[in-house]
C-alpha cells in the first residue's frame, strides 16, 4: 500500500528556520517525484514544486523560488520543504504527494495526510 | 504561467442532482488535465487523470471530458460524502497549476 507520512504541525516565530518531511513507502520511492501544495487560509491548493528523489533533480514554481527549499533523501524514502527564515505568510498547511507518472497524466496519485505550519509572533 | 480558470466558484445542490464543473486553460494542454476532490481537514483525493481517466476506487458517477481547452468535471447523481471542493490541475508544463477551486455544497 502506497503511503506519504508527514511529520507534525509546527508553531514557529518569524524569522526562525524550519524543515518539514514527507516519508514514502509501500513502493519504489526514488522512482516517483514528490510534489508539494500549499493550501493557505480559507485559500485553494498552491504548486511548489517537485523533486525526483532519484538524482534530486528539482522544478520549483518560479512563485515559490527563494522562499522555499524542496531536497529529498533516497536512502530513507524522505522528501523534505524547508525555509531559512518563516514569515506570517507561510502560515499554511502544507501537502505532499506522489506525481504517478505518464500513465496518470503525471496527476499527483497518493497524498500526505499534510503538515499545518503556523507562524506567529 | 498556464492559467486555469473554474466555474462556477462555488455551487448549491441537492443530493440526487447532476453537477457539472468547468475548468478552461489560458492556452492548450492537450489531455493533461486532473480533477482532485478536497474535503476539510482531509487531503486531497484525485479523481481524474488525463482528462478522462477514472481513478482507481472513484465512483462511476465521477467523468471528464475535454473540448479543446475546456475541460469538464460531471458528477451523475450528487450523494452526501461529494459535497466538498474541487480542483483542477493542469500537468503540461511546469509549473503544474491548480484552479481556484469550486466549492460544492448543499442546498
Known amino acids: 500500500e502506497v503511503q506519504l507520512v508527514q511529520s507534525g504541525a509546527e508553531v514557529k516565530k518569524p524569522g526562525e528556520s524550519l524543515k518539514i518531511s514527507c516519508q514514502g513507502s509501500?513502493?519504489?520511492?526514488?522512482?516517483?517525484?514528490i510534489g508539494w501544495v500549499r493550501q493557505m487560509p480559507g485559500k485553494g491548493l498552491e504548486w511548489i514544486g517537485v523533486?525526483?528523489?532519484?538524482?534530486?533533480?528539482?522544478r520549483q514554481s518560479p512563485s515559490f523560488q527563494g522562499q522555499v527549499t524542496i531536497s529529498a533523501d533516497k536512502s530513507i524514502s524522505t522528501a523534505y520543504l524547508q525555509w531559512s527564515s518563516l514569515t506570517a505568510s507561510d502560515t499554511a498547511i502544507y501537502y505532499c504527494?506522489?506525481?504517478?507518472?505518464?500513465?496518470?497524466?503525471?496527476?499527483?496519485?497518493?497524498w500526505g495526510q499534510g503538515t499545518v505550519v503556523t507562524v506567529s509572533s | 504561467d498556464i492559467q486555469m480558470t473554474q466555474s462556477p466558484s462555488s455551487l448549491s445542490a441537492s443530493i440526487g442532482d447532476k453537477v457539472t464543473i468547468t475548468c478552461r486553460a489560458s492556452?492548450?494542454?492537450?489531455?493533461?488535465l486532473n480533477w482532485y476532490q478536497h474535503t476539510p481537514g482531509k487531503a486531497p483525493k484525485l479523481l481524474i487523470y488525463?482528462?478522462?481517466n477514472l481513478h482507481n476506487g472513484v465512483p462511476s458517477r465521477f467523468s471528464g471530458s475535454r473540448s479543446g481547452t475546456d475541460f469538464t468535471l460531471t458528477i451523475s447523481t450528487l450523494q452526501p460524502e461529494d459535497f466538498a471542493t474541487y480542483y483542477c490541475?493542469?500537468?503540461?508544463?511546469?509549473?503544474?497549476?491548480f484552479g481556484q477551486g469550486t466549492k460544492l455544497d448543499i442546498k
Open positions: 488525463a482528462a478522462s
Open positions: 504527494a506522489r506525481r504517478g507518472g505518464g500513465d496518470y497524466g503525471d496527476a499527483f496519485d497518493f
Open positions: 509501500g513502493y519504489k520511492f526514488p522512482n516517483y517525484w
Open positions: 523533486v525526483y528523489p532519484g538524482d534530486s533533480d528539482i
Open positions: 490541475q493542469q500537468t503540461f508544463s511546469s509549473p503544474f497549476t
Open positions: 492556452q492548450g494542454i492537450s489531455t493533461y
